[in-house]
């Protein structure tokens, strides 16, 4: 990002047309396929967004959207990894699941 000059026509896409400008920064960051298009179409969608931890005990949580549908992450190495999803009915997760990391 720190080549990327901010002149009057990047201002410009970025009042007017941002999804643009995205595209145009992903682009000049070597990103070729950006999913934030898809992710934005997924998360605007959704109301509710609860995190918890996973049943087993092992490093990992579950992402709940709408208290419908469960995505499962794990632990690989030093990053999480997408597990797969289920659904059904969930319950409320626990909003303060973050104040007890150090």
Request: glycine fraction near 8%; proline fraction near 3%.
């Amino acid at each position: 990002m720190d080549e990327i000059k901010i002149n009057w026509f990047i201002k410009l896409l970025l009042k007017f047309w941002p999804k643009l400008a995205m595209r145009y920064f992903a682009g000049k960051m070597g990103i070729k396929e950006p999913l934030f298009d898809k992710a934005h179409e997924l998360f605007s969608k959704i109301d509710c967004v609860d995190i918890m931890p996973t049943a087993s005990g092992s490093r990992g949580f579950i992402l709940i959207l709408n208290r419908h549908t469960a995505l499962y992450f794990y632990q690989d190495g030093d990053r999480f990894a997408y597990d797969g999803f289920e659904m059904g009915e969930y319950e409320k997760g626990d909003v303060a699941i973050f104040d007890k990391i150090r």
